[in-house]
């Protein structure tokens, strides 16, 4: 399953469009004064810009199985990644067989490099922004994930994350390619102390063929 457009909001378009273009040195598609479209791999995220929003979202990039060593220097002149515990930063999610780092963008959303180590995606060249494969994750907050995900398998034919130990708390549509993490409200967004909290975001998602639009 590929997440190949995101739409969320912010609440500055000025100042996501300088983060992600100088800071994540991510190219930009298109701007306007009301919204900016970034390539991000094979997924772009679009911000529409909405003055008054003052939440955040979570959502992850894809990095190669292999570079996650190198993606964490090439943060650290960046942005400050977030510390797990004892000062390491590296996120071990056994059942996942991946890795993770975390920061923050300027909106003060929660963003993630994760290297899945069940991908075929290894690169030999050093880490720049061109090795961020896609948009690997999107947090969607609902009073009842377990039910959400049921309804989008039975309406678009997509399927539980086999990995993942779904519940009425935290549940995932997808795969390695792609997710969709629905957390209840106020449930904080890991490794943060920050509450989830249900915000608009618009979703094109790619599978088997199939292009599904989803709004939530």
Same mark, same amino acid.
């Given at each position: ?121 290894? $690169? /030999?060249?050093?880490? #720049?922004? *061109?090795?961020?494969?896609? &948009?690997?994750?999107? !947090?969607?907050?609902? %009073? ?48 943060? $102390? /920050?509450?989830?909290? #249900?915000? *608009?975001?618009?979703?094109? &998602?790619?599978?088997? !063929?199939?292009?599904? %639009?989803?709004?939530?």
């Amino acid at each position: 399953m590929k997440l190949a457009h995101i739409q969320i909001q912010s609440s500055n378009i000025e100042q996501t469009t300088t983060f992600y273009k100088d800071i994540l040195d991510l190219p930009i598609i298109e701007k306007t004064k009301e919204s900016v479209s970034i390539q991000a791999g094979n997924s772009v995220l679009e911000f529409v810009e909405n003055p008054e929003f003052k939440s955040i979202y979570h959502f992850a990039f894809n990095v190669p199985k292999n570079k996650l060593d190198e993606a964490i220097d090439w943060c650290k002149s960046k942005v400050d990644l977030i510390f797990i515990e004892d000062q390491k930063v590296i996120t071990n999610f056994e059942n996942w067989n991946a890795n993770a780092v975390y920061f923050y963008d300027n909106n003060g959303n929660l963003l993630e490099f994760i290297a899945r180590h069940e991908l075929d995606n290894a $690169q /030999t060249e050093a880490f #720049s922004s *061109k090795a961020i494969l896609n &948009i690997s994750e999107i !947090g969607i907050v609902n %009073e009842n994930p377990l039910a959400l995900g049921n309804q989008l398998i039975e309406e678009h034919g997509l399927e539980f994350f086999s990995k993942n130990a779904n519940s009425e708390l935290f549940a995932a549509v997808g795969d390695d390619e792609g997710l969709l993490i629905m957390v209840k409200p106020n449930r904080n967004w890991y490794p943060t $102390q /920050t509450p989830s909290e #249900s915000n *608009k975001t618009a979703i094109r &998602i790619e599978d088997k !063929g199939n292009k599904i %639009e989803l709004n939530f």
